[in-house]
C-alpha cells in the first residue's frame, strides 16, 4: 500500500504545481485569475493528498503487503478480498431516490424532502439487506 500512497502523494505535488501555473497563465492573461478552474484543481490536490495519507497511514498500521515486496509473484496476493453482494436492488433504489431529492431542488421543497425520506429508507434498506430473508445470517 505504500506505493499506492507514494503515488497519490506524488499526483497531489503535480496537481498542486498545475494549479500554481494555471492561476498565474490565467492571471497573466485576464488580469486576475481564473476561480473556478484553480479551486477545482486545488480540490483534487486536496483529495489526492487525502487518498495518500489514508493509504500511507493504513500501510504502517496494517505492515507490509505483497504489492510492497518488488520480489513477490501475483500468486501472493490470492485469496479472500472481501464479501461481495451477489445481487442486491438497493443501490439501484438508493440512486433513484437520490435523483428524486436532487430534482425536488428544481421542482419544490416538498419533493425534496419525499427524496430525503426515501434516501433513508434506501440506505436502511442497504445496510439490514442481509439481517432477513433469504441471505440472512
Known sequence: MKVQGWLFLLCGV??????IAYWFWTKAETGHGEPVGTTAMAISVG????????LMFTARRIGAQPEDNKQAEIS??????????P????????????????AGFVIGFWMFLIGVFLIIMAMIGFVFQYYRGNFSH
Open 47 to 54: 483529495f489526492a493528498f487525502m487518498v495518500g495519507y489514508y
Open 87 to 102: 445481487s442486491s436492488w438497493w443501490p439501484l433504489f438508493l440512486c433513484l431516490a437520490a435523483a428524486f431529492a436532487f
Open 14 to 19: 503535480f496537481f498542486a504545481g498545475v494549479d
Open 76 to 85: 501472493d496476493g490470492a485469496g479472500e478480498i472481501g464479501f461481495f453482494s
